[in-house]
């Protein structure tokens, strides 16, 4: 119901950038969350950034200072700037939204719950 498309990633030297950006569309009500979190081999997926409807942005210790979370196309589309980037930092990224579908009964739209639905993922490589 809904799809988040990321686009982004690749391999670059350490103290380089990326950007990485998602598209979420579908039966979408309202996104409250986006955010993006990555996942390196053999370690748990951990949250990298995220921004609420209100603008709020929270960051890991480990990138603060470092990447910049930002929302923008009424709220539906997500960027990540990464600055400075570490070996550390390699990981598979996928990007989140927390966000309400609805269902269409005649001409109106019927908000229903929320649930987090997640992007495929993009690599990020960063070489030391």
């Known amino acids: 119901q809904v799809q988040l498309v990321e686009s982004g990633g690749g391999l670059v030297q350490s103290g380089g950038s990326l950007r990485l950006s998602c598209v979420a569309s579908?039966?979408?009500?309202?996104?409250?969350?986006m955010g993006w979190y990555r996942q390196a081999p053999g370690k748990e997926r951990e949250l990298v950034a995220g921004v609420n409807s209100g603008g709020t942005t929270d960051y890991a210790d480990s990138v603060k200072g470092r990447f910049s979370i930002s929302r923008d196309n009424g709220g539906n589309t997500v960027t990540l700037q990464m600055s400075n980037l570490k070996s550390e930092d390699t990981a598979v990224y996928y990007c989140?939204?927390?966000?309400?579908?609805?269902?269409?009964?005649?001409?109106?739209?019927?908000?229903?719950?929320?649930?987090?639905?997640w992007g495929q993922g993009t690599q990020v490589t960063v070489s030391s």
């Open positions: 579908g039966r979408i009500f309202k996104v409250d969350s």
């Open positions: 989140n939204a927390y966000a309400s579908t609805y269902v269409t009964k005649g001409w109106t739209r019927y908000e229903q719950g929320y649930n987090h639905y």
